[in-house]
């Protein structure tokens, strides 16, 4: 795990998130960012290793079974991402507004993120149930999907 990529993108003179660092809480969270950016996107980041594992969901995560949302993996964020909202200055990577909206514990019912293909519980408040992240061959596209 590294954080060297989420670093290298921006400067924390001028943004308000996190330097960060890799940190093993022990605790197994979630968290969704909707991310007014130059495009609307949700951020989806299940904590896991001492990091946020990231996708940006351009669709949002689905709260109803039967809908496939694509997920792009985006570079490791650090775990204190997961409190962070507010607004990334102009010209500054991810440009925007980024809120809360929603968060909560996460556990694996099996599957890992190496093989490309989990299922999972979520126990948020707006998530919660099983859900399935599968991996597209050889990308960092992946498919998000409540069974
Ligand atoms: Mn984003």
Same mark, same amino acid.
């Given at each position: 795990m590294t954080l060297v990529?989420?670093?290298k993108k921006r =400067?924390?003179?001028?943004?308000? =998130?996190?330097?960060?660092v890799i940190k093993k809480t022990g605790l197994s969270r979630f968290v969704v960012q909707k991310h007014q950016a130059r495009?609307?996107?949700?951020?989806f980041r299940l904590e896991a290793e001492g990091v946020?594992?990231?996708?940006?969901?351009?669709?949002?995560?689905?709260e109803e079974a039967g809908i496939k949302r694509l997920a792009i993996q985006v570079e490791d964020?650090?775990?204190?991402?997961?409190?962070?909202?507010?607004?990334?200055p102009k010209g500054e990577y991810g440009a925007?507004?980024?809120?809360?909206?929603?968060?909560?514990?996460?556990?694996?019912? =099996?599957?890992?993120?190496?093989?490309?293909?989990?299922k999972f519980n979520l126990m948020g408040k707006k998530l919660k149930g099983e859900y399935v992240l599968v991996r597209f061959k050889?990308?960092?596209n992946w498919l998000i999907y409540k069974l």
């Open positions: 990529a989420y670093q =400067e924390f003179k001028k943004t308000s =998130e996190p330097k960060g495009n609307l996107h949700y951020d946020l594992k990231s996708w940006a969901v351009p669709k949002g995560v689905p964020h650090p775990v204190d991402y997961i409190n962070f909202s507010g607004v990334i925007g507004t980024v809120g809360i909206w929603d968060k909560g514990k996460w556990n694996l019912i =099996e599957g890992d993120l190496g093989s490309g293909s989990l050889d990308k960092n």
